[in-house]
T-cell receptor, first 116, second 114 residues
Framework: GAVVSQHPSRVICKSGTSVKIECRSLDFQATTMFWYRQFPKQSLMLMAT?????????EQGVEKDKFLINHASLTLSTLTVTSAHPEDSSFYIC????????????FGSGTRLTVV | AQSVTQLGSHVSVSEGALVLLRCNYSSSVPPYLFWYVQYPNQGLQLLLKYTSAATLVKGINGFEAEFKKSETSFHLTKPSAHMSDAAEYFC????????????FGQGTELSVKP
């Protein structure tokens, strides 16, 4: 089945630095990628939606200059957390929508970001 | 706008007992509904989805869900719980005219007692 590879699975960074998270669709083309943030014991909060070759659409309240999303190809999307602070510590998950299957959403395994 | 509500943030059952996780939806158009499972520190795995075909949907690992329009519900069931079913479960609806994004419920943590 469809697989989305998300890396890194876990990262610790110093406050003020930037962190890049990658999501790759391994065996399908992802026209749309969704980026979520999840706090402990909570649901997934959609941060942004990105379509290949277009600028990402951010949800209300999400700082687009802080959470940079790039979707340059049909198989790769990246989320960069810039100038990270401890409050950015969270679990980030991507989800790719298969162009062949309108209702197919495949999730990455998530990235645990800890900012110290 | 679409939304889903999961009743009960935590459900505990004994091994071998029936699992029932509740989800109610709100949608002005025929909804597309999903159930996902999440194990600790992992992404989401699709259990099943309803896309306007058969109202009783069978999924993986013995789970099934029934779409009931009259009750605006899409409850998840499994006849006999296994210890390995202990996880977080999310109900979701596909947003209409919202870029196809999924809108998630609050989640239900399932515990299975030996």
């Amino acid at each position: 089945g469809a697989v989305v590879s998300q890396h890194p699975s876990r990262v610790i960074c110093k406050s003020g630095t930037s962190v890049k998270i990658e999501c790759r669709s391994l065996d399908f083309q992802a026209t749309t990628m969704f980026w979520y943030r999840q706090f402990p014991k909570q649901s997934l909060m959609l941060m942004a939606t990105s379509n290949e070759g277009s600028k990402a659409t951010y949800e209300q309240g999400v700082e687009k200059d802080k959470f940079l999303i790039n979707h340059a190809s049909l198989t790769l999307s990246t989320l960069t957390v810039t100038s990270a602070h401890p409050e950015d510590s969270s679990f980030y998950i991507c989800s790719a929508r298969d162009v062949r299957e309108r209702d197919g959403y495949t999730f990455g395994s998530g990235t645990r970001l800890t900012v110290v | 706008a679409q939304s889903v509500t999961q009743l009960g943030s935590h459900v505990s059952v004994s091994e071998g007992a029936l699992v029932l996780l509740r989800c109610n939806y709100s949608s002005s158009v025929p909804p597309y509904l999903f159930w996902y499972v999440q194990y600790p520190n992992q992404g989401l795995q699709l259990l099943l989805k309803y896309t306007s075909a058969a109202t009783l949907v069978k999924g993986i690992n013995g789970f099934e869900a029934e779409f009931k329009k009259s009750e605006t519900s899409f409850h998840l069931t499994k006849p006999s719980a296994h210890m390995s079913d202990a996880a977080e479960y999310f109900c979701a609806v596909r947003g209409y005219n919202q870029g196809g994004k999924l809108i998630f419920g609050q989640g239900t943590e399932l515990s299975v007692k030996p």
